[in-house]
């Protein structure tokens, strides 16, 4: 495989120059190590769907306390860092994600520059550290920019994630072993800086990766990039795995892996927009409507959260024309619909108690309390439904904080786009 790399600026990511041919050469190439991989994974199988079986069954019936599990990723360049500001005040964002790649380690001050404007008392900060194939090729210059990072940014970061979607290919390291060699000098220097760390950062439902790394790797924090966007709703299933499903299965392969006690974080996700052209990082289906992705984000967050499984999620990003939550062409600042249903989602389960999820066949419903309030967010997957309650309404809300309907009635109709109802 050609050792190139080559930037998309438009969708904040490496290009995917290998042709297809040539990549089947590379996987046929480093069979020895999916056939590691695979024998690691054979000898766990049985005790990790075992505690997936038990997470499972528990899922959602106990409650569960949500502190403050919402982040949102922000990048230097994406406007004036003020109009960053006033979004992330706007949305009550107070934890911010921030990529650092490798070939940038000569332009830190502009990082400090732009991370004292955008942090503050309460605003904390994870770090993603971006690799490429040279570092892979370069191990010396991949330790320098590790020291700078970590010198310059350890008391104003919380955590450092370590690597970037390593798991595929066109970020530059092609099997799992090429990671541990990245991982390795970055957990003896995180030591010795008194920094923490947060990994492996694999993108996508590949949870067989996980195992193999974390028994060479210890990190403070367990990270996912959980992109569930080319199955379209996060209800749907791939592999007959649903994003809850997948949530559980992938805190049972940590618990099996011997980090039981860690947390989880999924530090990547987002549902690309259709007609947004070069600036989308994907084409074809995972591509969707504004609405949709308002829709997507606001049942993506509850569905992951509510099963207390997963401690944080952060959006990927606050200002991106192709997916973001604020369309920042031409310089300017458009608030999508789902900025509004990211701001109004975190006004109502910050601090707020999640009862478990209500049975029922034909909608998804959840209960939560927040300030001796109840309601419950409900939608569906499927065609519209009436649901009625036992309860008198006291207000319904969208997905926005829109008031919908007088309060007395005892029954909602619902469908994609989920609803807010508060009880009297």
């Not at 509510?306 to 369309?327: H, K, T």
Request: one cysteine or more; glycine letters at 6%; charged letters at 30%.
């Amino acid at each position: 495989m050609k050792d190139l790399f080559k930037w998309n600026p438009y969708a904040d990511q490496p290009h995917n120059i290998a042709p297809k041919k040539e990549r089947f050469r590379f996987h046929l190439k480093h069979s020895g190590s999916y056939i590691s991989l695979l024998l690691s994974n054979i000898s766990r199988a049985f005790p990790v769907l075992a505690r997936y079986r038990r997470i499972r069954r528990s899922l959602y019936t106990e409650p569960v306390y949500l502190e403050d599990p919402f982040g949102i990723a922000v990048s230097p360049g994406k406007m004036d860092p003020q109009k960053i500001i006033s979004g992330l005040e706007d949305m009550k964002i107070e934890k911010i994600l921030i990529r650092i790649p490798s070939w940038e380690k000569d332009k830190l001050d502009l990082y400090k520059k732009f991370i004292a404007e955008v942090r503050d008392q309460k605003r904390e900060v994870l770090i993603a550290l971006l690799q490429n194939r040279e570092d892979v090729k370069d191990p010396a210059n991949w330790r320098i920019f590790l020291e700078r990072v970590f010198d310059a940014f350890r008391d104003s970061c919380e955590v450092f994630e370590i690597g970037h979607a390593w798991n595929r290919t066109k970020w530059g390291v092609w099997d799992y072993k090429e990671y541990l060699d990245l991982a390795y000098p970055a957990r003896e220097l995180a030591e010795k800086f008194g920094v923490k760390t947060a990994g492996p950062a694999v993108i996508d439902f590949e949870f067989h990766l996980y195992p193999a790394v974390l028994k060479e790797i210890t990190f403070d924090i367990i990270s996912s990039l959980l992109y569930v966007d080319r199955v379209g709703a996060p209800e749907n299933t791939q592999f007959g795995w649903d994003t809850a499903n997948k949530t559980a299965l992938l805190r049972a392969v940590i618990d099996g892996s011997g980090q039981k006690d860690k947390s989880l974080w999924i530090t990547e996700v987002n549902w690309p927009l259709e007609g947004t052209g070069k600036y989308s990082p994907v084409s074809g289906k995972p591509n969707v409507s504004e609405s949709l992705q308002r829709d997507y984000l606001t049942r993506y967050y509850i569905l992951v959260l509510a099963g207390g499984l997963v401690e944080r999620v952060y959006w990927w990003q606050l200002a991106a024309p192709g997916y973001g939550l604020i369309d920042d062409r031409d310089n300017k600042w458009r608030k999508r619909p789902a900025y509004y249903a990211m701001r109004f989602l975190v006004s109502q389960l910050r601090r707020s108690e999640c009862l478990g999820r209500i049975q029922n066949d034909e909608a998804e419903i959840f209960s939560f309390r927040r300030n001796n309030q109840e309601f419950v967010v409900c939608w569906t997957n499927h065609k519209p439904y009436e649901l009625k309650f036992h309860q008198e309404i006291k207000k319904v809300l969208n997905v926005t904080g829109d008031e919908l309907k007088s309060a007395g009635d005892d029954a909602v109709y619902i469908d994609g786009s989920p609803k807010y109802v508060y009880f009297k």
